[in-house]
């Protein structure tokens, strides 16, 4: 069974920084993809950052030159730096990875206070 495991989330004033964490457990094969989305209350889940197994990035352009995915999917981690957090972060993020199926973590939540 595979299981995606975040954490890191938590409360922060505007201004500050977080660093979220990812870690993938089960028998997977061929990772294509990690990467970082998010929901806020009432709004669609969107994609904040994404790496592929070649290490290329990308990034939503609203979180771009803030925000920082890095690590390595053949060890089945990543992590996602995000400094100068805004009140329009706040959201809960979801890990996702893909491969021939896709699969969420449980999503952990980040409350950036203005």
């Known amino acids: 069974q595979v299981q995606l495991v975040e954490s890191g989330g938590g409360l922060v004033q505007a201004g500050g920084s977080l660093r979220l964490s990812c870690a993938a457990s089960g028998i997977i094969f061929s990772i294509n993809t990690m990467g970082w989305y998010r929901q806020a209350p009432g709004k669609e889940r969107e994609l904040v950052a994404v790496?592929?197994?070649?290490?290329?990035?990308n990034y939503a352009d609203s979180v771009k030159g803030r925000f920082t995915i890095s690590g390595d999917i053949r060890k089945r981690t990543i992590y996602l730096q995000m400094n100068s957090l805004k009140p329009e972060d706040t959201a809960v993020y979801y890990c996702?990875?893909?491969?021939?199926?896709?699969?969420w973590g449980q999503g952990t939540q980040v409350t950036v206070s203005s």
């Open positions: 996702r990875m893909t491969n021939r199926s896709g699969y």
């Open positions: 790496i592929t197994s070649g290490g290329s990035t």
